[in-house]
């Protein structure tokens, strides 16, 4: 076993994709070698790069191959060899394939008779004379959408490549590699140690570029931005705000990083604090500080890839880089205010939301419409959410957001304390109107909150729901990996509100509501295009049709449609917590009120699998319906025990009774996991009766009267969930 290190130089790779290069070169050699039975010790080897190299450094990787045996099958006996056993055609035509006499062949038997069958024992090659196919095969499969193409070459990469270092041992592996032949000589810091390093073993490798100030291990330079950023920002008294993403993308860019603590002007804090951010992080790749309160503050932090003798004047560049930006931005707020977040509606009747749909106004309203009415069955000022609802959209219109997208929401918080239009509402004071505008369009993402007020809760449902309905109407159905309306996680997203809000009420009924909404809208729209389309013709003199479609709600199965889908999304946030299939399904098929009341039977049904009864309980209740569906005619709607005639019949009666007077009161107060705990003891009786009595007997009245009992049975088994979906 011999350390292997390979480093692929370039020009800089681009930021986004370096890291997956960085895994996918990596993986790819190793699979090179396990493809070639070349045994690899990889203890503690992981991927290494920086913007400029790509490299594999392997503690162990054997020097030759394992011989290579190979076995080929030929032809059977009987076709083989002729009468006097002399070799037929099919014969010599084998031996010669394989290069020697038939004589030497060896043979070989299975379930069809005897067969020839050629095998072979030829030493491994070198792992050196293997590597340049491997790093080929490595290269070929790595993702590069767009490979750049240099000087005369017919091939590409992601960039340039400047220098190729493969070592084995202490030797240098004599391969080229996208027109540059391996040496053992790489490159140092691009200014801070401009000259060639050599490598006379791979063990070397990480000490000897950090020499050269490169630390070539991801994990070490992340940490290193992480000390130095946190440093600069302790010393002035503050934190540091470190995004994740952030913190990769600097990590893709530097190769020595050098924290510098930077200032902006304090008047710039006026500014909504999520713009200055926005800028520094997403334009600038640099992290704020923020104050002891978690505000942010007048300092921020720049990374440098370069140790400067002068470092004020690398201060003053990212200070001057910064200030024209945030000047934009203190433009746009003070030219925002000046126009008030009420005046900023009055634009968005001109905007299209959906050509079906009508304008972001008209989406404005229907929120309105909704959150109103569901405000009135959660405790919510119905006024107060129509007011906040139908200012929601305004700040679409703003500057700030027309610069800042992201801050759709957060814009319309800070507009809407400003605007003196917007009085109180009741005793709920502007400043939770504000907050709601901003809440609306949580969770925005797969980790973040639901909206943490009950007002913002009902702007997010309303959203959501004509967002939904919209989309389903409109015709824009996610297909793969499209979903331009964002369907699948606003789904979530109403969902998870629904559920994590505590919202007690119907969520088909809700989408029912959002689509007959939505389909006035489109019956609107449609009769629009159609009265100017007749203003038209009839303007050149061509007759037309004057009818206008008569506006209807939307069908039953749309809702339905609608409604499975926002629980194909809840399958997937269940089964992050453990919920299977089988449970899922269980309560999916059982009538349930509300989510809250979905999750409330879903916990109780996990804890009911847990009992030794459920199995068999489960395939019971699975019996019982396949019973029931087979039986001819109309079940009774209840027993007679008068009819019984079996000992486990009436014991199975009188169980069942007393299980339904025990459970009701349960089942009323939603104690779901008692209700099932309680039926669970009639696990024994249950396997009595079907053990001991035979339903379909020739006596219409009594097996009639069982079926009656089975479906009183089934019915209180059914009533927590479909039990029978936990039967294998």
């Known amino acids: 076993m011999k350390p292997l290190l390979i480093e692929l130089g370039t020009e800089e790779l681009p930021v986004k994709a370096l890291s997956g290069l960085a895994q996918s070169f990596f993986d790819g050699v190793v699979a090179g070698l396990d493809r070639r039975g070349i045994a690899v010790d990889r203890s503690g080897a992981k991927p290494l790069y920086t913007p400029r190299r790509l490299a594999v450094a392997l503690p162990g990787v054997a020097d030759t191959q394992p011989e290579q045996k190979s076995e080929v099958l030929g032809p059977y006996v009987n076709i083989a060899l002729d009468a006097n056993g002399a070799p037929t055609r099919a014969l010599d035509g084998f031996a010669q394939k394989a290069g020697v006499d038939w004589t030497q062949l060896e043979r070989t038997a299975d379930a069809k008779g005897e067969r020839f069958v050629h095998r072979a024992v030829k030493p491994g090659a070198s792992t050196a004379s293997l590597l340049g196919e491997i790093l080929a095969e490595a290269v070929a499969g790595m993702p590069i959408p767009k490979p750049m193409r240099w000087g005369a070459n017919d091939f590409g990469f992601a960039r340039p490549v ?8 202490g030797d240098v592996v004599d391969v080229e590699l996208l027109g540059v032949s391996a040496d053992r000589m790489s490159r140092g810091h691009r200014f801070m140690f401009d000259k060639p390093v050599w490598f006379t073993d791979p063990t070397d490798y990480v000490e000897s570029l950090r020499t050269a100030k490169v630390l070539v291990d991801p994990d070490e330079r992340r940490g290193r931005i992480r000390a130095e950023v946190e440093r600069a920002a302790r010393s002035v008294g503050g934190s540091a705000r470190i995004e994740a993403g952030i913190l ?41 500080v923020l104050d002891s309160s978690d505000r942010l503050s007048e300092h921020f932090v720049g990374i440098a890839n370069i140790e400067s003798s002068d470092e004020a004047e690398v201060r003053k560049g990212y200070e001057r880089v910064i200030r024209p930006r945030f000047a934009d931005a203190g433009f746009f707020f003070d030219e925002d205010l000046k126009q008030g977040l009420t005046a900023m509606g009055e634009g968005l009747a001109s905007v299209t939301y959906q050509a079906k749909l009508g304008t972001v106004a008209d989406k404005a309203a229907r929120i309105a419409t909704l959150a109103e009415a569901l405000a009135a069955e959660v405790d919510v000022d119905p006024a107060l959410a129509r007011r906040a609802a139908q200012v929601s959209k305004n700040d679409l219109q703003s500057r700030m957001v027309g610069e800042f997208p992201e801050l759709q929401g957060i814009a319309g918080r800070y507009y809407a304390l400003y605007d003196e239009s917007l009085a109180d509402v009741g005793d709920v004071p502007r400043y939770e109107l504000a907050q709601a505008l901003d809440e609306i369009y949580m969770p925005r993402f797969a980790a973040d909150s639901i909206a943490p007020s009950k007002l913002g809760q009902v702007l997010a449902i309303a959203e959501r729901l004509d967002t939904l309905a919209g989309g389903f109407a409109a015709g824009l159905r996610p297909t793969g990996n499209k979903d331009p309306f964002a369907l699948r996680r606003n789904a979530l997203g109403l969902a998870r509100t629904l559920l ?29 295009k159609r009265a100017a389309a007749l203003v038209v013709a009839q303007a050149h003199g061509v007759a037309a049709a004057t009818t206008v479609p008569v506006a209807g709600g939307a069908s039953f199965a749309e809702a339905v449609e609608v409604t499975q889908f926002v629980y194909d999304r809840l399958r997937g946030y269940y089964a992050e917590r453990g919920v299977t299939v089988q449970q899922f399904d269980a309560v999916l098929h059982a009538v349930h009120e509300s989510l809250p009341d979905f999750d409330a039977r879903l916990n109780a049904i996990r804890e009911f699998a847990k009992l030794p009864e459920a199995e068999a309980l489960a395939a019971a209740n699975k019996r019982i319906g396949n019973i029931l569906r087979k039986a001819e005619g109309e079940v009774p709607t209840a027993p007679d025990p008068s009819r019984y005639t079996e000992d486990a019949e009436h014991a199975l009666g009188a169980a069942v009774d007393a299980a339904i007077a025990d459970t ?53 088994l059914g009533r927590v969930a479909a039990i029978e979906y936990l039967s294998g």
């Open 664 to 716: 009701d009161p349960m089942l009323e107060r939603r104690d779901y996991a008692g209700a099932l705990a309680r039926l669970a003891q009639l696990r024994p009786v249950v396997d009595a009766f079907f053990d001991k009595v035979m339903v379909n007997v020739d006596d219409e009245a009594v097996r009639r009267n069982r079926l009656a009992l089975l479906q009183r049975l089934a019915d209180r």
């Open 500 to 528: 994590e809000g505590g919202f007690d009420v119907n969520l088909h009924g809700l989408l029912a509501t959002a689509l007959d909404q939505v389909a006035f809208a489109k019956t609107f729209e449609e009769a629009k």
């Open 162 to 169: 400047h220098w190729l270092v493969v070592l084995l041992g």
């Open 248 to 288: 990769e993308e600097v990590n893709g860019l530097v190769e020595w990083p050098k924290a510098v603590l930077c200032s902006f002007p304090r008047e710039f804090l006026r500014v909504p604090q999520e713009a200055l951010i926005a800028t520094m992080e997403s334009n600038q790749k640099f992290f704020p």
